[in-house]
């Protein structure tokens, strides 16, 4: 019996033990409260260096390109992802999704416009449906020259149309240069506006640009930029308008080798993104962004130069025949009666643009 009693004793003073050691254990497992030292530190951090924010997990949001990998829209893009990311020290990250593989242009808009994705380069044709206003900016023959549309553009008239989207969800952040457009066409050189009548001519899906092709005499057919090779060698159409690195770089002067230049627009890029995907950033990261995005306009224009130039040589090495105008004249009184249809409403704004020196 007393055997019994010592060995329960025994028992029971090894279950004490255990238990307080496991005690002991978990206490120590226990994360240790942060001294307030730490605390003083990190806000001497923040007193030394307010602009750029410490880093944190980085965010990364995506730019859909319908132009290829070296197209200058594309370097444009490239260059302004390169600077956001460099000023954000590596925090915020753009990756450029060039060759439509987010979707061709319009469908881009449209996911921009929800949030599904943040930034796109368009041509400013299609926007011109979310903001009529827009349409004063690709009035035929509506600038002088090249320089004269850029003082426009970087001016406060340019500011105003950037402006002009926002109630769309969309925020405008800066001009790309999208040159000079021109008709091309494989059935006959056009020299006239007789000559146009009857074509079959691509156009962006823009009403007023399907006015200006019906002002000249042929017959407007929208259809998705990707869509346009294959529809000029089948047949479905018989030309396009766009300028010369669009010609050449999508290779529609191997299909419609008559390239007349009537310079009847001067259709700005323009650099969006989406309000729903800036409006949950710091009112510090947007300026980062939209200064990244004015900023990447120089080496785009440059670039665009450059390949406006190379593009020429190239289609004319391989045999194109580049009309030349002696006057556009006939094609502007063609089209006047847009001005009114279109910008009726903005009569003093396109004498603004007009005066503009």
Known sequence: MLKRVLALSIAVVFMFAVFAACGQTAQKQEPAPQPKADENKTEDKKA??????PSGEQIVLRLGETHPADYPTTLGDKEFARLVEERTNGRIKIEVYHGAQLGEEKAVIEQVQFGAIDFTRVSLSPLAEFSKKMNVLQLP??????????KVLNGPIGDE?????EDANFVGLTWYDGGARN?????????SVADMKGLKIRVQESKLMMELVKALGASPTPMPYGEVYSGLQTGVIDGAE?????????????VAKYYTLDEHTRVPEILIASKMSMDKLSK???EIIKQAARDSQKLQREEWAKKEKESEKKVRDAGCEIIELESNEEFQKAVAPLYDEFAGDYKDLIQKIKDTK
Request: glycine letters at 0%.
């Open 242 to 254: 766009n300028n010369w690195p669009s010609y050449d770089t999508s290779s529609h002067y191997e």
């Open 161 to 165: 149309f950037l402006k002009s989207i």
């Open 141 to 150: 023959y509506l600038y002088r020259n090249a320089d004269h549309m850029w």
């Open 284 to 286: 510090e990261d947007q």
């Open 48 to 53: 030394e260096a307010p602009a750029p924010k």
């Open 183 to 191: 008709f091309y066409n494989s059935k006959r050189p056009i020299k």
